[in-house]
């Protein structure tokens, strides 16, 4: 099991940029892959949307259809520690915002059994 902690979370006005951080303790962290999931009012944790996912490594990326173009996942494994860096925002990017991990990578936030509690960002038009 890996523990997980969000932070950079925030207010900001649409157009702008966040940087959103997760740093992770315990089991060797570059044995997971890794993924960003946010979650609106309403939604139930199954219902997170899938934001980026990536790999053990770093080397492979992957997206939500809504994000790519605008969000970058990256990992430094030697800080134990992925990234989600996110411009261009939009009031819909409004949400709390967690971070997830297992071994195989995955899109589907019911298959990720470790979690972070979350970090909240707001998009203001």
């Known amino acids: 099991q890996v523990h997980l902690v969000e932070s950079g979370g925030g207010l900001v006005q649409a157009g702008g940029s966040l940087r959103l951080s997760c740093a992770a303790s315990?089991?060797?962290?570059?044995?997971?892959?890794a993924a960003w999931f946010r979650q609106t009012p309403g939604k139930e944790r199954e219902e997170r949307e899938f934001v980026a996912a990536i790999s053990r490594s770093g080397e492979s990326q992957f997206y939500g259809d809504s994000v790519k173009g605008r969000f970058t996942i990256s990992r430094d494994n030697a800080k134990n520690t992925v990234y989600l860096q996110m411009n261009s925002l939009k009031p819909e990017d409004t949400a709390v915002y967690y971070c997830?991990?297992?071994?195989?990578?995955?899109?589907?936030?019911?298959?990720?059994?470790?979690w972070g509690q979350g970090t909240q960002v707001t998009v203001s038009s």
């Open positions: 315990g089991r060797a962290f570059n044995s997971y892959s």
């Open positions: 997830a991990a297992r071994g195989r990578l995955s899109a589907v936030a019911g298959l990720y059994d470790d």
